[in-house]
């Protein structure tokens, strides 16, 4: 995979003109059959799409799979409004944090949204057929003279027009006192995490009004806090093992089957710090953004300011790869600093077979690594070629030497652009890149064996 390599194909893109705050994608997250993808954005609503089938397979070009990853608007839902906290007088936004799917069971899904304090679990179903011929009701609901009523008819399904609906099924409420940062659901399929600043709680779902606390790194005294936790998750196969990331740059990985209270991990995993390159910045840009377990449970991958790593869990000496995503900004630190972007927190994610990692960046653009080769390339999502079937070019960040045409100057980079959202369908080479306002699919229709272009 190189910076010439043949780019993916812009799949369908969602584009609006304007901008408002509460429009801002806040979470973007494929199902465990990547026909479905949740958006949550600022002001507290869900967007789900849903992927074609009629025209899978199907395509006028030889060596391409067809539109199989078209994905259109399916049902859009507020799952959060404003709240405020009268005991401390804070009001909590209705900014969706994170969106994860259950596992489906039946013809129904459910997923889980969380803002800042309260979890909710929701039920998507269909429905085309509606109920007739009720004994005690007309066909306009309102109830019948009993003394009118001769015989007993049984009612029937009659086909109607396909109605999504979507119900709230739980509230889970009064678990956090900081903000939720993160929720993963457990292999298991009964249980799920939910972590914020201070502290991670586990939930069964079908139980709203209690919750078991795992981790409490809550000082005594809130002068001593030294670090936060920044991110959590389950591990894929086995329901006893988590691992959460703090703002130290540390991993930990903690076992339930060895305490209740996981406040001892059972590995650690942090990189030695230089002393000779030690800065200002140092403990901000080394602060974990996000962590994620490969498909196979083997490895960990985690994003930091400047960069993406890959852990192997059976050596916490340090991670196996490390790849630079932007280390062009190292000099810009203090401007970042300046205008808060050092704080951004991007997330990372691995392709189906673990082979390749991706993650964003700044200037809309976002970064794919081939683990194989160590080689990274560099993509952007832009209005210009958001047509369906247009080819999606690679980029480059003129750093010195030789300029090529196209480069894009370090000074030039547009910081109000980022990627910081984005999700790999579980199975195939479709990628969902949230970009402000805007949700950008791209498929790979060249070849649906290659795992990045």
């Known amino acids: 995979m190189g910076e010439d390599a043949e780019s993916p194909k812009i799949n369908h893109t969602f584009l609006r003109d304007y901008v408002t705050e509460a429009d801002v994608i806040s979470t973007v997250e494929f199902n465990q059959t990547g026909d479905l993808l949740a958006t949550g954005d600022k002001g507290g609503r869900v967007v789900i799409f849903q992927r074609e089938t009629e025209s899978k397979g199907e395509s006028d070009e030889p060596g391409e799979t067809g539109d199989s990853g078209e994905y259109n608007v399916y049902s859009t839902f507020q799952s959060h409004e404003p709240d405020f906290d009268y005991l401390k007088s804070l009001e909590i936004e209705e900014k969706i944090n994170k969106i994860r799917w259950l596992p489906q069971q039946n013809a129904a899904h459910f997923l889980l949204s969380t803002n800042d304090k309260t979890i909710k679990l929701w039920k998507v179903s269909e429905r085309d057929k509606r109920p007739e011929g009720y004994n005690l009701k007309d066909e306009e609901g309102r109830l019948k003279d009993i003394s009118t009523i001769t015989s007993l008819q049984v009612p029937v399904l009659k086909p109607t027009d396909l109605m999504v609906e979507v119900r709230p099924r739980r509230v889970f409420a009064n678990g956090h006192t900081y903000h939720v940062n993160s929720i993963s659901v457990n292999s298991d399929g009964e249980t799920y995490l939910s972590a914020d600043d201070l502290r991670i709680n586990m939930w069964h779902l079908g139980i709203t009004d209690r919750s078991f606390n795992i981790v409490d790194i809550k000082p005594a005294n809130m002068e ?230």
Not at 248 to 272: I, V
Not at 407 to 414: A, H, N, P, R, T
């Open 224 to 453: 001593d806090l030294t670090e936060v936790i920044t991110a959590a998750e389950f591990h894929p196969h086995h329901c006893h093992l988590f691992v959460y990331s703090s703002s130290k740059g540390t991993l930990r990985l903690c076992d339930m089957r060895a305490s209740a209270l996981c406040d001892k991990h059972t590995k650690l995993f942090e990189e030695p710090e230089d002393p000779g390159s030690r800065s200002f910045f140092s403990e901000i840009i080394s602060s974990v953004s996000d962590v994620k377990f490969s498909h196979s449970g083997r490895y960990l991958l985690t994003r930091d300011y400047l960069t993406a790593k890959v852990w192997d869990l059976n050596m916490d000496k340090g991670p196996v790869e490390t790849y630079q995503v932007h280390e062009y900004l190292r000099s810009k630190l203090c401007s970042l600093y300046e205008n808060d972007c050092i704080f951004d927190k991007f997330e990372c994610v691995w392709n189906s077979s673990d082979s390749v990692i991706m993650t964003g960046a700044y200037n809309s653009f976002f970064r794919m690594f081939d683990r194989e080769t160590g080689r990274g390339v560099t993509l952007e999502a832009w209005r210009e070629s958001s047509k369906p079937r247009a080819v999606l070019r690679t980029r480059r960040v003129y750093t010195g030497g030789k300029r090529r045409r196209g480069d894009v100057g370090v000074d030039s980079l547009d910081f109000t652009k980022k990627i910081l959202h984005m999700a790999w369908h579980p199975s195939e080479n479709i990628i969902a890149i949230a970009a402000t306002n805007n949700l950008y699919i791209f498929q790979d229709r060249v070849n649906p064996e290659t795992q990045a272009q």
